[in-house]
Every structure is written in C-alpha cells, then in structure tokens.
C-alpha cells in the first residue's frame, strides 16, 4: 500500500486547509485511514481516523483536541482520504501524516497500530 499526502501550507488563524491522501495498492475492502500530526518538538499525536466498512459505510473518530473543527471523509471512486480543517489554530501547527490500517473493526488511536504511512505534509497556522 502507498500513501501520497499533500494539501499542507501556511495559514491565518481562522482559516481553513483540506489535506488529501491518496492511496494505491491492496487496500482491501474493509480498513481504516487514519490522521496524526507531529508538532514542532513534540511527538506524534492522533488526529482523526475513517474506518471504511464497505462501499458504503464507514465510522469516523476524532482527537478531542479538533473534534467540531476537523472532519475526515473519503472518496471512493478516486482513492483518497480527505481531512478538512477548519478553524485553524496555531496550535495545530505540525507536520500531518497518514496511514493505513488493515482493519477497520476498531477505531486505532496509537500508530503503531497502522501498517502503512505517507509522508508528511506541513501545516502552519500563524498568529
């Protein structure tokens, strides 16, 4: 499984940023995305997660810290896994990733729990 992830930038505080990771290969039909984010000396944290179930259905999960703020979806015709961000805080300054997860039974919050990583993409909010 590869993951591509791009959309990061600089931002005001207030405004809004959707990042896109596009994954190819042997996904499966049931699995999970998953968003984390490393903050400038700190370690990586949970973001939000997608669990896709089927075509149709899938169960999403957020961090406290940007749930009402933050909202993963999907599209399935293109492979991609979006992460719309709203509301932007100069805490959310980080570099975000995503990775994949074999299973989408439960909702992983801990990275060692995905398989499958993009690259980062950096994200700046400014004051």
């Known amino acids: 499984v590869q993951l591509q992830a791009s959309g990061g930038g600089l931002v005001q505080a207030g405004g809004s940023l959707r990042l896109s990771c596009a994954y190819s290969?042997?996904?499966?039909?049931?699995?999970?995305m998953g968003w984390f984010r490393q903050p400038p000396g700190k370690e990586r944290e949970f973001v939000a997660v997608?669990?896709?179930?089927?075509?149709?259905?899938?169960?999403?999960f957020y961090a406290d810290s940007v749930k009402g703020r933050f909202t993963v979806s999907r599209d399935n015709g293109k492979n991609v896994v979006y992460l719309q961000m709203d509301s932007l805080k100069p805490e959310d300054t980080a570099v975000y990733y995503c990775?994949?997860?074999?299973?989408?039974?439960?909702?992983?919050?801990?990275?060692?729990?995905?398989?499958?990583w993009g690259q980062g993409t950096l994200v700046t909010v400014s004051s």
């Open positions: 990775a994949h997860d074999r299973q989408s039974r439960v909702l992983h919050t801990q990275g060692s729990s995905y398989n499958y």
């Open positions: 290969g042997r996904t499966g039909s049931s699995y999970a």
């Open positions: 997608i669990a896709v179930i089927n075509w149709s259905d899938s169960r999403t």
